[in-house]
């Protein structure tokens, strides 16, 4: 018989309380309290604190309260949940935009730490061996032609060079090899401060995959399936664990070491190139970062491991004052072998004119098997701080790995094809690329109409000294620092990439919140004209978009 009277009395008294907080609200209370914005809220506290008295003295058969004005709600561990009171004022609080922090109870105010890593968190799968680890064993037939087992010391960036005849500063240089960026990223992953064991906390997932390294095994001389073996097992342990289904694996994402097209095989006839890895229906959810990407939507080209990998910024700030100071002897140099069964290759041209002008061209010729000058880092840096441009001509593949050491070096690149960087590394160079590089059609070299040298004379020294700024100021941006330290206020390539695909993740998770179809742009063919998008002059790119030659 008691109950009815309770439940009167308490509405009675919410009513009443109610009307104190609108009438309170419409004065000034500013002179209540030295903080003008907590004197309402201590007033509260008043009202709160007798309540608590008399909620003390409530019987055990009256009405929960709570659960009339939030039935859904789920207990706080820093809210005293005995108190009935709690979710009215909370309740009023949010009405009358009141400063009154929700992270904490109402009558202590307590702060929550903040939370550092919040929206940053990743998890890293957890592999059987096979797919990495088992990958390494034997390291001596990782390449043909190369034994790679020296390369996989400390900590993947190979031995460390010992005597550079002061061409470089005196420790954190490696013998990186350029294949190794897996086993780089993962290390570096290791470390990472934002690390989570509960993938449902995570805000995107790590597959540490080796697909390069394996891809290396049997690029020459192997069937389809041995190639396409263990790419297509480990899509297939992808998506049978937990995580996949929450996102179908667009919150995953891994690294390869090698360019995009030798996981994007056309065909299954043997005699075609590389695995189908990237073409596998699964793959086409996963965010792929290679050291040159395709034209594919769902990848993202990373700066290949450069030679330096310092330990601390200043190790990072000294070098760049070195570079900025040095005296460049040459105009511009080359540092590469010719490509005579190349057809479209403009490296002979650009070796001719180079061997042209001896006095002004600094010429790295590099061997195309066994022991080579262009695999000693102190003479592939020494070519390049000694010239104020470096050429960077399409390769094998549009990109390559000359293109970090000259900027290492403060050396301003010259490219003469887009996908060459300007389409490939967007994360990590500005959009505006003729701030740090110049650009020569590739055509016009090919054909012989154009004097390179001519046109690097034509740029005048405030430009050149502007261009070397800006190429020095890129440096932290395309390193890999070493994991046994840490940068302190430097971004690394490694902490750019995480940023970027972290955004990246957030978006499409944002997309499925908004009830879209995540799948509307993250994997499409023909992206170029996308990937170049910023850079004022898409237009101008149009002619090798339609070609898309490889050179």
């Given at each position: 018989m008691e109950r009815p009277a309770i439940i009167r009395n308490w509405f009675v008294f919410l009513v009443a309380f109610s009307f104190f907080v609108v009438f309170f609200k419409a004065f000034d209370y500013s002179v209540l309290s030295a903080d003008g914005t907590n004197s309402a809220t201590s007033l509260i506290s008043v009202f709160v604190n007798s309540f608590n008295n008399l909620h003390a003295h409530k019987p055990n058969h009256s009405l929960d309260v709570p659960q009339m004005f939030n039935q859904n709600a789920s207990p706080d561990p820093l809210v005293d949940t005995d108190n009935p009171f709690i979710d009215v004022i909370e309740s009023l609080d949010h009405a009358n935009n009141l400063a009154v922090n929700k992270n904490t109870t109402l009558a202590a105010r307590t702060k929550r730490p903040a939370?550092?890593?919040?929206?940053?968190?990743?998890?890293?799968?957890?592999?059987?061996?096979?797919?990495?680890?088992?990958?390494?064993?034997?390291c001596s037939v990782l390449v043909k032609w190369l034994d790679m087992c020296p390369s996989l010391t400390n900590s993947g960036f190979g031995p460390q060079v010992e005597n550079?005849?002061?061409?470089?500063?005196?420790?954190?240089?490696?013998?990186?090899?350029?294949?190794?960026?897996?086993?780089?990223?993962?290390?570096?992953?290791?470390?990472?401060?934002?690390?989570?064991?509960?993938?449902?906390?995570?805000?995107?997932?790590?597959?540490?995959?080796?697909?390069?390294?394996?891809?290396?095994?049997?690029?020459?001389?192997?069937?389809?399936?041995?190639?396409?073996?263990?790419?297509?097992?480990?899509?297939?342990?992808?998506?049978?664990?937990?995580?996949?289904?929450?996102?179908?694996?667009?919150?995953?994402?891994?690294?390869?070491?090698?360019?995009?097209?030798d996981f994007r095989r056309q065909?299954?006839?043997?005699?075609?190139?590389?695995s189908k890895l990237m073409t596998l229906p699964e793959s086409m959810n996963l965010t792929a970062l290679s050291i040159e990407t395709t034209s594919w939507s769902n990848e993202f080209a990373i700066p290949y491991p450069t030679y330096f990998h310092p330990s601390s910024d200043d190790e990072v700030f000294q070098w760049q004052n070195r570079m900025q100071s040095h005296n460049r002897r040459y105009l511009f140099a080359f540092a590469g072998a010719p490509r005579p069964?190349?057809?479209?290759?403009?490296?002979?041209?650009?070796?001719?004119?180079?061997?042209?002008?001896?006095?002004?061209?600094?010429?790295?010729?590099?061997?195309?098997?066994?022991?080579?000058?262009?695999?000693?880092?102190?003479?592939?840096?020494?070519?390049?701080?000694?010239?104020?441009?470096?050429?960077?001509?399409?390769?094998?593949?549009?990109?390559?790995?000359?293109?970090?050491?000259?900027?290492?070096?403060?050396?301003?690149?010259?490219?003469?094809?887009?996908?060459?960087?300007?389409?490939?590394?967007?994360?990590?160079?500005?959009?505006?690329?003729?701030?740090?590089?110049?650009?020569?059609?590739?055509?016009?070299?090919?054909?012989?109409?154009?004097?390179?040298?001519?046109?690097?004379?034509?740029?005048?020294?405030?430009?050149?000294?502007?261009?070397?700024?800006?190429?020095?100021?890129?440096i932290p941006r395309v390193i890999y620092a070493d994991p046994r330290s840490k940068l302190q206020t430097l971004?690394?390539?490694?902490?750019?990439?995480?940023?970027?695909?972290?955004?990246?993740?957030?978006?499409?998770?944002?997309?499925?919140?908004?009830?879209?179809?995540?799948?509307?742009?993250?994997?499409?063919?023909?992206?170029?004209?996308?990937?170049?998008?910023?850079?004022?002059?898409?237009?101008?790119?149009?002619?090798?978009?339609?070609?898309?030659?490889?050179?």
């Open positions: 939370d550092s890593c919040e929206g940053r968190y990743i998890y890293v799968h957890h592999l059987p061996r096979r797919f990495n680890d088992d990958v390494l064993k034997n550079s005849e002061g061409v470089l500063s005196e420790k954190s240089w490696f013998t990186t090899n350029q294949f190794l960026l897996e086993v780089i990223f993962h290390e570096r992953m290791k470390k990472y401060k934002c690390l989570t064991n509960n993938s449902s906390f995570a805000n995107a997932i790590y597959v540490p995959f080796y697909a390069g390294l394996d891809a290396g095994r049997y690029l020459w001389g192997y069937n389809i399936s041995m190639r396409d073996s263990l790419g297509s097992d480990l899509v297939k342990w992808l998506a049978q664990q937990p995580e996949w289904k929450r996102m179908w694996g667009r919150d995953h994402f891994f690294v390869l070491g090698r360019i995009g097209w065909t299954d006839h043997d005699s075609d190139w590389g069964s190349a057809n479209d290759s403009i490296r002979k041209e650009i070796i001719h004119q180079c061997l042209a002008s001896r006095r002004t061209c600094n010429f790295l010729r590099c061997n195309s098997g066994g022991e080579s000058r262009c695999d000693n880092p102190a003479e592939v840096i020494k070519v390049f701080q000694d010239s104020v441009f470096c050429l960077q001509p399409p390769g094998d593949s549009y990109t390559r790995r000359s293109i970090f050491d000259s900027i290492l070096a403060g050396c301003i690149p010259v490219f003469f094809h887009p996908f060459s960087a300007y389409a490939q590394y967007t994360w990590h160079l500005q959009r505006d690329y003729w701030r740090y590089s110049v650009f020569i059609p590739i055509d016009l070299v090919k054909d012989g109409f154009v004097s390179i040298k001519q046109v690097l004379h034509q740029i005048s020294e405030n430009e050149m000294l502007a261009m070397r700024e800006e190429v020095i100021k890129l971004e690394d390539a490694f902490d750019i990439t995480l940023k970027r695909v972290l955004h990246r993740i957030g978006k499409v998770r944002n997309n499925i919140n908004k009830g879209r179809d995540p799948s509307n742009g993250f994997a499409e063919e023909n992206s170029w004209k996308k990937k170049l998008s910023g850079t004022g002059v898409e237009e101008e790119w149009d002619h090798f978009i339609d070609t898309s030659m490889r050179y």
